[in-house]
């Protein structure tokens, strides 16, 4: 499982445009293209939709290789990529509508800061949600409601809890509000998106990790330790990217000559170090989604055991990449400091990403 390739020529494309891309707030063409081309917003997406089906494990490592070109671009992929992972929950007949698009890219939130209330043929929508990555290049939206009756009472599931639904809007059944302030992850464009009293029809809803309602063997991995996974290869693919710029840096800094032979040596154990940290933490990371992949295949269960252990590493890693690059940084002089250098932005993407909520704590 170990074995994927990144063509070079893909990582020219988005390294030459990443700049661009932070400077106006949004992916580049020549990214989005690339993107399109590829099908990456689409990489779980069944066959039978047009999309790649691919197993998660090769998933990862692509990731992994397009967040270390640019971060803001592999956030992008990873997030609507995310998104469509719900295509095999969907209904056929819908599913088939939207992924027929060559285009299409699904963005949306996991917080349930929304209302859907029943109506006769559906649900009314209603509500705000945050940071939904790739808002400025979507064609759908997806976010979590609470379901209501007609008179404002919440539905009860069967865990005697308030029923949560997942649903699909089309774009021009959402509102984007363009409050994406943070220092990094700029190109990510992750936007608000409000839903103000739009009805749409019962099969816009879905569930989560239910019953899938097409032939995706690949598509009903628990959705935790996936979301866990695919966020901690983003910060690894980044810390990575600045591993490769920091050496040079420290080397060509100005000044260097006051630096004494004991320094520089001290400096070279602190670099071997840290990549030596991050190839661990990679490593034990990798064995545990690669086991519960092969579990997930063969047995079509995963042990709570392999869980906790995929979520652990997932945890670690991402917290192991902000430590390296924390550690790093002030060696590469102010160099490192000036907004407009490569790595800066990368620093600057990665403690924005660190930020997510599912991997704030180690455990």
């Not at 019953?211 to 690949?218: D, L, N, Q, R, V």
Request: charged content about 20%; overall charge negative.
């Amino acid at each position: 499982m170990g074995n994927f390739e990144f063509n070079d020529l893909w990582v020219q494309i988005i390294k030459k445009h990443a700049a661009q891309s932070e400077k106006s707030g949004k992916l580049h063409p020549e990214i989005l293209n690339l993107i399109h081309s590829k099908n990456w917003f689409n990489i779980y997406v069944p066959k039978v939709y047009g999309g790649l089906e691919k197993p998660l494990p090769e998933i990862l490592r692509l990731e992994e290789q397009i967040a270390k070109a640019d971060g803001s671009t592999g956030w992008t992929v990873t997030l609507c990529s995310g998104a469509a992972w719900f295509a095999a929950f969907l209904e056929p007949d819908l599913a088939k509508e939207i992924f027929s698009n060559p285009n299409v890219c699904l963005a949306g939130s996991g917080a349930t800061t929304g209302t859907a209330t029943i109506t006769k043929n559906g649900y009314i929508i209603n509500g705000d949600w945050k940071y939904a990555s790739g808002a400025l290049h979507a064609t759908h939206f997806t976010m979590n409601c609470v379901v209501k009756n007609t008179d404002g009472s919440a539905v009860i599931n069967d865990d005697n809890e308030e029923l949560v639904l997942s649903f699909l809007l089309k774009k021009d059944e959402v509102t984007v509000v363009p409050n994406w302030p943070s220092i990094g992850m700029i190109a990510s464009g992750s936007h608000s998106f409000t839903v103000n009293n739009i009805e749409v029809p019962s099969n816009r809803s879905f569930t989560i990790n239910g019953s899938p309602k097409t032939e995706a063997p690949y598509l009903n991995y628990p959705f935790l330790q996936l979301a866990e996974a695919t966020l901690a290869v983003n910060f690894l693919g980044m810390a990575l990217h600045f591993i490769d710029l920091v050496k040079g840096l420290f080397y060509h800094r100005s000044g260097m000559e006051r630096f004494t032979p004991e320094q520089k040596t001290y400096f070279e154990t602190e670099f071997k170090k840290a990549q030596s940290k991050l190839q661990e933490n990679s490593k034990l990371f990798y064995d545990a989604v690669d086991l519960s992949w092969e579990n997930y295949i063969k047995y079509d269960i995963i042990s709570d055991d392999i869980l906790k252990q995929v979520s652990h590493y997932s945890r670690t890693l991402a917290h192991t990449a902000r430590k390296v690059t924390d550690t790093l940084y002030p060696y590469c002089g102010l160099e490192a400091a000036k907004t407009g250098s490569e790595l800066n932005r990368v620093w600057r993407d990665l403690h924005t990403a660190s930020q997510h909520s599912l991997l704030t704590f180690p455990f």
